[in-house]
Structures are given as structure tokens and as C-alpha cells.
């Protein structure tokens, strides 16, 4: 089978982005982890499949598979990249578009100075809705919030984490830490990633705040590994610092791939705002076993 491909990234978190408005392509997920390889496919930290329109009212849908094959509800680099695409391959001339995901509708804005704004959606607290498994334990107050004390295997010395908890249409554990080069990234975040109490897995998040408008963040996303940059992990780390109390409305988040910007308004149902670069790489052809 031989496929058409668009490579892109925001601020470094990578991806292979492929037209299926004319027609499903059908891929396994053997076919996405080929694709997402770097050595033997195109190489990529999710894949973004442009599907037209499922219902009245909505633009485009919007399907993601990490590196790993697996379907994903989220990501919020990957909607701007989405956002780019279609107007580059002039599938729409709008600047505002309404865009369905399995975690809901967003609506990725592209501004005048190139960059792209995508509302996210609120971000969910219920632990039974994230989901997390909360039996057996009590959240710690920290702040104007609260945190969830977490022991990352069962051996009598386990480490224990502090982690705030939150959805952003995928499950997020953000830890503070006093410097992100230091941070546990590659111990913990597998850990933390296939935490039993995360039945859907779990991005682990380490955030180093460095004033009330700007942090530092390194992300182990599930499915993936550490990225360059990860949106949704952005926004979770950006919500669980405002409800601790910690951070302003709005904040500079810089990843090791660049800067991202995230807006939040505080309560419950107001949606987070984030804003960030879209870029197209290079585009090309490829031919993916049948078999896999």
C-alpha cells in the first residue's frame, strides 16, 4: 500500500498527518507503528488521520494514534498541526474550525502571526470521569486544591509521588519539581504511565515553576515516551498549578521544543486556551507492508 504523508511538528512533538477525507485508508495498528518508526518508517510521535466531516456543524473529525498504534482521545499539538494542514491543503478557508475528537469538540483558531490557538475543552476533576481509581485513598490538601500521594510499585521502599490529577480528555499526573533537567522522567514516567490506578494509562507530567507566568515542563506521554512537547500535558500542568494557587490566568510554558502559551480562566466549565506554533517539515510518499 502505498500511502501520501505530510510531516509536521509543534514546538518538536512530531507527526505524520494523512488525508482520509476522500477515502479511509484503513490502517492497523501494526501499519501506524510502522509509520511512527524512525528507523524504518517515517518517524513520528502520533499520527493524524483528516477525516470530513461526521455531522452537521462540524468541520472535520479528528483521529490520533500515539507511536505505539494505539488510539488516543487527545492531543493538543497535534489539533494545531491539524488545524495547519487543512488550510494549507485548502480543505477549509476558515480561520475557526469545529473539529470532533473522541474526547469531544475543539475548535482550533490559526491567528494572524502564524501561530495556532486551540480551545481544549475544560478540564475534568472527577476522578471516576479522568478515569482514576481512587479506593483506598485520601487526596492531601496542597493549596486551594489538593494533591493524591501515590506509590509507584508494591515493594516496601517504593517511591511515593504527589501528583495533581486531572483530565484534558486524557488522564494527566503532574508532579512539581525544583528543576526539570533533573526530573525523574525516564524512572518514574513509565511508571506512572502504567500506574494500575490509571485503567486507561496515564501522561506523566514534571513541572518546574519559575514565577506566577512561566514554568518549565518535560512530559512522559503514554504510548510515546518523552516528547520534545506535549499540549495537553501543558494545559494539565498550567490548570493544576492555577487550582493549587500557584500560577496566574495566563502562562508561558517552556518545553524542551519550544514555547506554548496556555490561558485558563479558573472554575468549572471554562475551557483552556492554548496557543503555539504549527509546522509543516516536509511531505512524501511511502510504501507500508500490507501485513503488518
Not at 480561520?95 to 475543552?121: A, C
Not at 479506593?135 to 509507584?152: I, N, R, T, V
Amino acid at each position: 500500500m502505498r500511502i501520501r504523508f505530510t510531516k509536521m511538528q509543534g514546538a518538536g512533538n512530531d507527526f505524520v498527518v494523512l488525508d482520509e477525507t476522500r477515502q479511509r485508508l484503513s490502517l492497523t495498528t501494526g501499519q501506524y507503528r510502522f509509520l511512527a518508526d524512525r528507523h524504518y518508517g517515517v518517524g513520528a510521535d502520533q499520527i493524524l488521520s483528516v477525516r470530513p466531516s461526521p455531522a452537521e456543524g462540524i468541520d472535520f473529525e479528528y483521529v490520533i494514534h500515539n507511536a505505539d498504534g494505539g488510539e488516543v482521545e487527545q492531543c493538543g499539538n497535534g489539533a494545531r498541526c491539524f488545524a495547519r494542514y487543512v488550510r494549507d491543503k485548502g480543505l477549509s478557508s476558515r480561520d475557526t474550525l469545529r473539529v470532533k475528537t473522541v474526547s469531544g469538540v475543539i475548535e482550533p483558531r490559526l491567528n494572524p502571526d502564524g501561530r495556532v490557538t486551540v480551545d481544549m475543552g475544560a478540564p475534568v476533576f472527577d476522578p471516576a470521569a479522568i478515569p482514576f481509581d481512587t479506593a483506598g485513598l485520601s487526596p492531601q490538601a496542597d493549596g486551594d486544591w489538593e494533591k493524591w500521594h501515590l506509590a509507584l510499585d508494591t515493594s516496601a521502599d517504593s517511591p511515593i509521588i504527589s501528583a495533581a490529577i486531572l483530565s484534558m480528555g486524557n488522564p494527566h499526573a503532574v508532579q512539581e519539581v525544583d528543576d526539570a533537567d533533573l526530573a525523574p522522567v525516564h524512572t518514574q514516567g513509565p511508571l506512572v504511565e502504567n500506574h494500575p490506578r490509571f485503567p486507561n494509562r496515564a501522561n506523566a507530567g514534571f513541572v518546574q515553576i519559575l514565577s506566577r507566568s512561566s514554568v518549565r515542563l518535560r512530559v512522559w506521554e503514554r504510548g510515546v515516551g518523552e516528547t520534545l512537547a506535549c499540549g495537553t500535558g501543558a494545559c494539565a500542568a498550567v490548570v493544576a498549578g492555577i487550582r493549587l494557587g500557584r500560577l496566574d490566568r495566563k502562562v508561558d510554558v517552556q518545553t524542551r521544543g519550544g514555547m506554548l502559551t496556555i490561558e485558563w480562566a479558573g472554575g468549572g466549565g471554562s475551557p483552556v486556551m492554548m496557543t503555539g506554533p504549527a509546522v509543516t517539515v516536509f511531505e512524501g510518499e511511502m510504501e507500508v507492508p500490507e501485513s503488518l
